[in-house]
């Protein structure tokens, strides 16, 4: 048995730069690696993808929100 938690989404479009998920946390204890998103796979079998993206563009950002744009702006597109 697989255990499997899924959101659809049947707002339509989206026209902005909305999201159908967000995580968002505040960290007011400045603790050290404390992330609002973590992911462990615990099976045993090796070769499992941890985070699997299908779309027609897939596109990943990574935004140091410290810096100044376009100083700390990541992206992983194929």
Same mark, same amino acid.
């Given at each position: 048995?697989? !255990? &499997? #938690? +899924?959101?659809? @989404? *049947?707002?339509?479009?989206?026209? @902005?730069? @909305?999201?159908?998920?967000? #995580? +968002?946390? &505040? *960290? &007011? *204890?400045? $603790?050290? *690696? %404390?992330?609002?998103?973590? /992911?462990?796979?615990?099976? %045993? %079998? #090796?070769? !499992?993808? +941890? /985070?699997? /993206? $299908?779309?027609?563009?897939?596109? =990943?950002?990574? =935004?140091? &929100?410290?810096?100044? !744009?376009?100083?700390?702006?990541? $992206? =992983?597109? #194929?």
């Amino acid at each position: 048995m697989m !255990a &499997t #938690v +899924s959101i659809t @989404s *049947n707002e339509g479009a989206l026209y @902005s730069a @909305s999201a159908v998920l967000e #995580v +968002s946390a &505040t *960290n &007011t *204890n400045l $603790e050290y *690696n %404390q992330p609002p998103l973590r /992911i462990k796979q615990a099976g %045993q %079998q #090796v070769g !499992a993808a +941890s /985070i699997r /993206i $299908e779309d027609r563009y897939p596109d =990943i950002e990574l =935004i140091e &929100t410290d810096q100044i !744009a376009p100083a700390g702006k990541y $992206e =992983i597109a #194929v």
